[in-house]
């Protein structure tokens, strides 16, 4: 079994800085991708940022140029750093991890963190 667990979120100003981590644990050889997924109240989920082991990472058209993804792979973690926040970035943000399983790959989720920009 594989969990993930967050932290970083918060409640700041807009203009200001957040960095997010995610970190993975339990029955690891080798993950895949990981990234960072938002969703706003009401909304499905939808990709913030992915970065795969090797390769360029992508992000979504509203982060680009604000946000950066990295992860470590020996301490199975992945973070987002925020930066310039705007208040219509608030959103719960959850952490993903594709490990293989067989001859596919299977996702799994943090528990999610609220990230709050005020005005």
């Known amino acids: 079994q594989v969990q993930l667990v967050e932290s970083g979120g918060g409640l700041v100003q807009a203009g200001a800085s957040l960095r997010l981590s995610c970190a993975a644990s339990g029955s690891i050889n080798r993950i895949n991708n990981m990234g960072w997924y938002c969703q706003f109240p009401g909304k499905m989920r939808e990709l913030v940022a992915q970065?795969?082991?090797?390769?360029?990472?992508k992000y979504s058209v509203s982060v680009t140029g604000r946000f950066a993804i990295s992860r470590d792979n020996a301490k199975a973690t992945v973070y987002l750093q925020m930066n310039s926040l705007k208040p219509e970035d608030t959103a719960v943000y959850y952490c993903t991890a594709d490990l293989p399983d067989g001859p596919v790959a299977r996702r799994y989720w943090g528990q999610g963190t609220q990230v709050t920009v005020s005005s």
């Open positions: 970065m795969p082991d090797g390769g360029d990472s």
